[in-house]
């Protein structure tokens, strides 16, 4: 039997989201572990559980969607963000894909749509509705790193370059007066940033770019 997944549910009507329970909860592999009303509660939720996937819909009254999914994958890179919305999926996807999320999928999405979403995703595969790719513009605009634009600020930069010379996390919050925490919080935000997960990954990611920098400018 596969691993349990344990899911998350953020949304503002209860109705819904206690029907998206009871339909995940049919598959033995999946466990609701909380349904939130609230984005920012929903943020701590996911900071303090880690669930391997949140349903997360893009409307949360007064809340921005793309501010909460962003905080989410900040305090829990490993969780997938899946945006259930009723609006034209395409029209959003590429911005929300760039800010974290795994994937989206309509509310008025069938039960075994969103089981095969989450059956890709157990595999690092993410689904589409056909539609959606046919009315896409093709190519894609290349990504910030692909530009040569490394998307990050000059501290967390400074802090990378610092990483990649081997120094220690404790050095580097000596050097530029912050505490240790905070470290660990630059961190999160750069993980985003670069799409990894690990040090050794961001260590490569950035290595990565300094060299095509470096022969951009040879």
Do not use: C
């Amino acid at each position: 039997m596969s691993q349990v997944w344990k899911i998350a549910i953020i949304g503002s009507h209860p109705t819904s989201m206690l029907g998206t329970k009871l339909i995940l909860e049919e598959q033995k592999d999946l466990q609701v572990i909380g349904m939130i009303q609230n984005g920012q509660e929903g943020v701590k939720f996911v900071e303090d559980h880690r669930p391997n996937l949140v349903l997360l819909d893009y409307r949360l009254g007064e809340q921005s969607a793309e501010q909460v999914l962003e905080q989410m994958k900040q305090v829990s890179p490993q969780s997938h963000v899946v945006m259930m919305t009723d609006h034209d999926g395409l029209s959003l996807l590429q911005g929300l894909i760039s800010r974290g999320a795994s994937g989206m999928l309509s509310k008025q999405a069938s039960p075994f749509q969103l089981i095969h979403l989450i059956a890709g995703l157990r595999e690092d595969v993410t689904a589409l509705p056909l539609e959606w790719v046919k009315q896409a513009i093709w190519p894609l605009p290349a990504s910030p790193i692909a530009e040569g634009n490394l998307p990050l600020t000059e501290t967390e930069t400074f802090i990378m370059e610092r990483i990649v010379q081997g120094i220690t996390y404790d050095k580097i919050a000596v050097e530029i007066e912050v505490s240790r925490r905070s470290i660990d919080n630059y961190l999160r935000k750069i993980y985003v940033k670069l799409g990894v997960n690990t040090r050794a990954q961001a260590i490569e990611k950035y290595a990565l770019y300094t060299r095509k920098g470096r022969q951009q400018y040879a």
